[in-house]
């Protein structure tokens, strides 16, 4: 098999590869590749589903917050350069009992980087935000630069543009595998293969299939998408209707704003067993799951109908303590991004960024638990992760 050469290879063009294709694409000099198993912007991965949250007041705590504050400037870079709306910036409502952990950290995260904010109590969040059902001892926490990301129109910007810059893209063409050698990595795949001197893997949830080393430290989540239409659609809005949290018990919801004009984004995942291969996830809610979060849902939220108007199903790949697996490989041609345990997509240009430095072998700082080597030490004493939390 004759081999093409290139400087770069990317596997993957979900949200971490394009950005990471975005990104390299503007390095002077460099040619770029990028290939997908699937088609341009498709349903399979985790970033599908029309809306993400996106939060700067992180109830993950301070690791989060300058990858975040980053990702902000680099999503406002990425509408400019595209000409496309994809940060909606209403704001993120958390809303739970006063003293709830999740809330807490999220407080103690604003105060630590001085972060714009409004704390409303009980009547407070009755009175402004009447779409949510408030229970009594509920407070709530409004992130002033929190607000909606639009995924798929994110993805198809980043590609679009690094194929303006040069980059060459390739869909349906699944990798078989990589071979490093002396003079580079060899990645083959169904339609050919290439010879490069780097190759950045950042193939989500597929990731175990091409890294082996990887097998013991990620697991599957699933991740569960609703929208429910309410009888007054126009207070669900995104002028009115923040992006949000809610914790109510042992009930968790997250959801957008309506942007299609008659439904909302309102989403609890089902007790589901985190999986190791993407091949045994579910592709849909049972009859059963879907009657229970509606239930859930008319509980906390005003004049809503209970059936979702549609749904899906995803998943991500976690690690034990839900840190991200960014790194490099000790002869600097293989940069791993995976790892990003349902909460990566915000911060998803940053980790793009990292990529293009990395490759690059610039002093880029990155969290050093975040190295392969810290996740399996830490693995070899917490174990694999078992699912939970959200």
């Given at each position: 098999?004759?081999?093409?050469?290139?400087?770069?290879?990317?596997?993957?063009?979900?949200?971490?590869?394009?950005?990471?294709?975005?990104?390299?694409?503007?390095?002077?000099?460099?040619?770029?590749?990028?290939?997908?198993?699937f088609g341009r912007v498709?349903?399979?991965?985790?970033?599908?589903?029309?809306?993400?949250?996106?939060?700067?007041?992180?109830?993950?705590?301070?690791?989060?917050?300058?990858?975040?504050?980053?990702?902000?400037?680099?999503?406002?870079?990425?509408?400019?350069?595209?000409?496309?709306?994809?940060?909606?910036?209403?704001?993120?409502?958390?809303?739970?009992?006063?003293?709830?952990?999740?809330?807490?950290?999220?407080?103690?995260?604003?105060?630590?980087?001085?972060?714009?904010?409004?704390?409303?109590?009980?009547?407070?969040?009755?009175?402004?935000?009447?779409?949510?059902?408030?229970?009594?001892?509920?407070?709530?926490?409004?992130?002033?630069?929190?607000?909606?990301?639009?995924?798929?129109?994110?993805?198809?910007?980043?590609?679009?543009?690094?194929?303006?810059?040069?980059?060459?893209?390739?869909?349906?063409?699944?990798?078989?595998?990589?071979?490093?050698?002396?003079?580079?990595?060899?990645?083959?795949?169904?339609?050919?293969?290439?010879?490069?001197?780097?190759?950045?893997?950042?193939?989500?949830?597929?990731?175990?299939?091409?890294?082996?080393e990887l097998d013991d430290?990620?697991?599957?989540?699933?991740?569960?998408?609703?929208?429910?239409?309410?009888?007054?659609?126009?207070?669900?809005?995104?002028?009115?209707?923040?992006?949000?949290?809610?914790?109510?018990?042992?009930?968790?919801?997250?959801?957008?704003?309506?942007?299609?004009?008659?439904?909302?984004?309102?989403?609890?995942?089902?007790?589901?067993?985190?999986?190791?291969?993407?091949?045994?996830?579910?592709?849909?809610?049972?009859?059963?799951?879907?009657?229970?979060?509606?239930?859930?849902?008319?509980?906390?939220?005003?004049?809503?109908?209970?059936?979702?108007?549609?749904?899906?199903?995803?998943?991500?790949?976690?690690?034990?303590?839900?840190?991200?697996?960014?790194?490099?490989?000790?002869?600097?041609?293989?940069?791993?991004?995976?790892?990003?345990?349902?909460?990566?997509?915000?911060?998803?240009?940053?980790?793009?960024?990292?990529?293009?430095?990395?490759?690059?072998?610039?002093?880029?700082?990155?969290?050093?638990?975040?190295?392969?080597?810290?996740?399996?030490?830490?693995?070899?004493?917490?174990?694999?992760?078992?699912?939970?939390?959200?």
């Open positions: 098999m004759d081999l093409q050469q290139t400087d770069v290879v990317v596997i993957g063009a979900g949200a971490v590869g394009a950005m990471a294709l975005w990104q390299l694409s503007k390095r002077e000099g460099l040619s770029v590749v990028g290939i997908e198993q498709h349903a399979h991965g985790s970033y599908a589903g029309e809306s993400r949250v996106f939060r700067t007041a992180v109830h993950e705590g301070g690791t989060y917050v300058p990858m975040i504050q980053r990702s902000r400037e680099l999503w406002r870079e990425l509408e400019r350069e595209s000409g496309r709306d994809i940060y909606v910036e209403v704001g993120a409502l958390s809303i739970a009992p006063e003293g709830f952990p999740d809330l807490v950290t999220a407080q103690g995260t604003v105060r630590e980087f001085n972060l714009e904010h409004r704390m409303l109590s009980t009547e407070e969040l009755r009175a402004e935000f009447p779409q949510h059902r408030v229970q009594d001892g509920d407070v709530g926490l409004l992130d002033a630069h929190g607000g909606g990301l639009r995924p798929e129109v994110a993805i198809m910007s980043a590609l679009d543009l690094a194929e303006a810059n040069g980059a060459q893209l390739h869909f349906n063409t699944p990798v078989i595998d990589i071979e490093e050698r002396p003079n580079g990595v060899v990645v083959r795949t169904t339609q050919g293969a290439w010879l490069a001197r780097t190759v950045v893997v950042a193939s989500g949830s597929w990731s175990t299939r091409l890294s082996p430290l990620l697991r599957l989540q699933v991740l569960g998408l609703t929208w429910f239409m309410p009888k007054r659609p126009e207070l669900f809005v995104p002028e009115r209707f923040p992006v949000f949290l809610r914790d109510a018990g042992s009930v968790h919801f997250f959801g957008a704003p309506s942007l299609d004009g008659y439904a909302f984004k309102a989403c609890t995942n089902p007790e589901w067993p985190v999986f190791r291969d993407v091949s045994e996830v579910p592709t849909h809610h049972t009859r059963e799951e879907l009657i229970r979060i509606g239930q859930r849902a008319a509980e906390l939220f005003e004049g809503i109908n209970p059936e979702p108007v549609r749904e899906s199903v995803h998943h991500c790949a976690y690690t034990p303590d839900r840190l991200p697996v960014i790194d490099r490989s000790a002869s600097g041609r293989i940069v791993t991004l995976t790892g990003l345990s349902g909460h990566g997509f915000k911060f998803a240009p940053k980790v793009g960024e990292w990529a293009a430095q990395l490759v690059a072998g610039e002093d880029a700082y990155v969290d050093p638990r975040f190295a392969l080597a810290a996740h399996l030490e830490r693995l070899a004493v917490t174990g694999p992760y078992t699912g939970g939390g959200h």
